[in-house]
């Protein structure tokens, strides 16, 4: 005996909806697999991306180009400088110098 939708819901720790979305598409195709995305794919997967962000953070004076060079010989595809200016951003990364900051109380 299986199931109910509810208690496979409250089971998966997901809301009614899914389960009844899932069950209706097993139903029409016998298949849960996942559906084609639209949009355009993705140039660098999750672990490029942190690759990306570790060389940044080891070697802080490197440069965007330097960084689409070591991104090619490590992987041997091209992405974009500003894929990579994008992927920096997203891993908190930014355009920053550091700043020293100078007392303004007049002892020295």
Do not use: K
Request: with cysteine; proline share 6%.
């Amino acid at each position: 005996m299986g199931l109910s939708q509810a208690d496979a819901a409250r089971r998966l720790n997901v809301s009614r909806s899914v389960v009844q979305r899932l069950w209706d598409q097993y139903q029409s195709e016998d298949s849960v697999s996942r559906r084609p995305v639209p949009g355009r794919p993705r140039a660098t997967t999750p672990a490029e991306d942190r690759f990306l962000a570790l060389s940044a953070r080891r070697r802080r004076t490197t440069t965007v180009p330097q960084l689409v060079a070591d991104h090619f010989q490590a992987s041997g595809r091209r992405i974009s400088a500003t894929t990579v200016r994008n992927r920096l951003h997203n891993a908190g990364l930014y355009a920053r110098r550091p700043v020293v900051c100078v007392p303004l109380n007049g002892r020295q």
